[in-house]
């Protein structure tokens, strides 16, 4: 690979012109065909049906429900409402262990209802639930295991199914991240009693806000499509308490737009991935998180693990000078849920379970990919990084500058 010639008093950082112009984003949104789904808009508005299981609606949750080869598919408004519904769905109570390593909604969907999240360590290797510890985190409060199939990486569905079934628990999966990912073959989201899926518009498909639930329970299904739409069973017949988790006709008609360029963005997903893996090959202490190429996956999430102890870099410091070339890195899942309100004053002491967690959460940078990212704007960020690491690793001036926090 070419190198470009960066001195240290060129990084934008210490003064430098950014390398970018315009800023880069993690999770820019992927987008269909524009006249597609400006055509559906203007069929919306001749049919004057924007909500209630419209037409859009319901041809979304056949789709999803063919791609993913599962029995039913529930769209709702987003990803975190999903997670509630099946929640209370399941009557999960008491106590349900969840990673803290994932977004903050998996926690608060159960918190909002007062259930407590039990925070369980990740396996370092695949970033998910370790199920050994798991085990000995159950109590006679215990309901269910939430996994989170993080990156898209399929949890060890096995072992949880197996833990779970011996100690009469729900198993639930919290899949956001991971629409169109397989695990053996099986696409997620047949995995557990229920999947949740995020279709927010920083996810691999988006339907602006959005989500879907998906089972292969019909009883869980029946019950899940009552309790979207405030238990209507029809005109003015409530028979079961509901809240509004209703997709709307203009997200559903992004949905389908977006499906139908499902298998473009994960090229363009796929090719950033080997651009980068070849990009950043052989710098010390810094690594890319594998994906299996013998399963399907949707290479949303370029991960990066910083080692200090090798790269002689902050993982932050470097956050910092990508940040200040225009590219906006993030540290997902930092600092970790236990370390966030309000389970960090209610559980002070949860990171001493929690050391897997803790580490991954300081080594971790996630760096932008989608269709918004070009092939050029990733070798530009990999020569950045190598820059940063190999050839100044010793210069005083950046280990001088280490800063606390952002
Ligand atoms: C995005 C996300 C959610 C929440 O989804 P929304 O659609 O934004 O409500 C839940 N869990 C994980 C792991 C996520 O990444």
Not at 11 to 33: D, H, Q, S, T, Y
Not at 38 to 55: E, K, P, Y
Request: charged share 20%; aromatic share 10%.
């Amino acid at each position: 690979m070419k190198h470009i010639d960066i001195t240290i008093s060129e990084l934008a950082f210490f003064g430098g012109e950014p390398k970018f112009k315009e800023r880069l984003f993690v999770g820019r949104p992927n987008i269909g065909n524009r006249d597609r789904l400006l055509d559906r808009i203007n069929d919306m508005l001749d049919r004057r049906w924007l909500s209630n299981n419209g037409v859009f609606v319901q041809e979304f949750e056949l789709q999803v429900a063919k791609y993913l080869g599962v029995k039913h598919c529930i769209a709702v408004c987003n990803g975190t409402i999903a997670l509630e519904l099946v929640i209370r769905a399941l009557e999960l109570k008491g106590e349900v262990i969840i990673p803290s390593f994932t977004f903050i909604a998996t926690a608060h969907a159960l918190q909002w209802q007062e259930i407590t999240p039990v925070f369980c360590d990740v396996d370092p290797k695949t970033h998910t639930l370790n199920p050994w510890q798991l085990e000995s985190l159950i109590t006679p409060r215990t309901s269910g295991i939430i996994g989170v199939h993080v990156w898209g990486q399929p949890c060890d569905v096995e072992t949880l199914t197996e833990v779970a079934n011996k100690h009469h628990l729900k198993l639930m999966f919290d899949a956001s991240h991971a629409f169109g990912c397989s695990h053996r073959g099986t696409m997620l989201g047949n995995f557990g009693t229920a999947e949740v899926f995020s279709f927010h518009a920083t996810k691999f498909i988006n339907t602006f806000e959005g989500g879907a639930i998906v089972t292969n329970d019909s009883e869980l299904n029946q019950k899940l499509r009552l309790m979207k739409n405030f238990g209507f069973a029809g005109f003015d017949n409530v028979i079961y308490l509901g809240t509004n988790g209703k997709m709307s006709e203009i997200s559903a008609a992004m949905g389908l737009t977006s499906l139908e360029s499902l298998e473009e963005f994960i090229e363009v997903n796929r090719h950033n991935y080997l651009c980068y893996l070849e990009g950043l090959a052989g710098i010390p202490g810094v690594s890319l998180f594998p994906m299996n190429e013998a399963e399907k996956h949707n290479y949303q999430y370029v991960v990066l693990e910083i080692d200090e102890e090798q790269t002689q870099v902050s993982r932050d410091l470097l956050l910092k000078i990508l940040h200040a070339e225009n590219v906006i890195a993030r540290r997902y899942f930092y600092p970790g849920c236990h370390r966030m309100e309000p389970y960090r004053s209610y559980f002070p002491h949860a990171g001493l379970l929690l050391p897997e967690t803790e580490k991954l959460a300081r080594r971790v940078l996630i760096l932008p990919t989608g269709t918004a990212t070009s092939k050029a704007d990733v070798s530009k960020i990999c020569q950045i990084i190598r820059f940063v690491v190999v050839s100044q690793f010793n210069d005083y001036e950046l280990n001088s500058s280490r800063i606390d926090d952002i």
